[in-house]
């Protein structure tokens, strides 16, 4: 069964914090690079961080970079975005999914609201 979970989402003031979660099922995550996506109201979804399947190595988009931090649990299944200093420009919907490839399945988001 092919399922992404993601939770974590909320309304958060400038500068504060958050911290997303992923729950992924076997056959997306493991053994695959996974990377965190946003999609801001009437803006496509672009991917805003990614890591490799062993977690040794990431990367950001420039918009986000210094700021989220992106890791996994390869026992649990389960990718992280640590979220910090953030901006209104951060708002929207985050979904979580294989990184750098063309994804067909997603799952519902998490909602993120930073208000100024």
């Known amino acids: 069964q092919v399922q992404l979970v993601e939770s974590g989402g909320g309304l958060v003031q400038a500068g504060g914090s958050l911290r997303l979660s992923c729950v992924a099922s076997g056959s997306i995550f493991r053994g695959y690079a996974m990377g965190w996506y946003r999609q801001a109201p009437g803006k496509p979804r672009e991917l805003v961080a990614g890591i490799t399947n062993t977690g040794t190595n990431t990367a950001y988009a420039d918009s986000v970079k210094g700021r989220f931090t992106i890791s996994r649990d390869n026992a649990k299944n389960t990718v992280y975005l640590q979220m910090n200093s953030l901006k209104p420009d951060d708002t929207g919907v985050y979904y979580c999914?294989?990184?750098?490839?063309?994804?067909?399945?997603w799952g519902q988001g998490t909602q993120v609201t930073v208000s100024s």
């Open positions: 999914n294989q990184a750098w490839r063309q994804n067909t399945y």
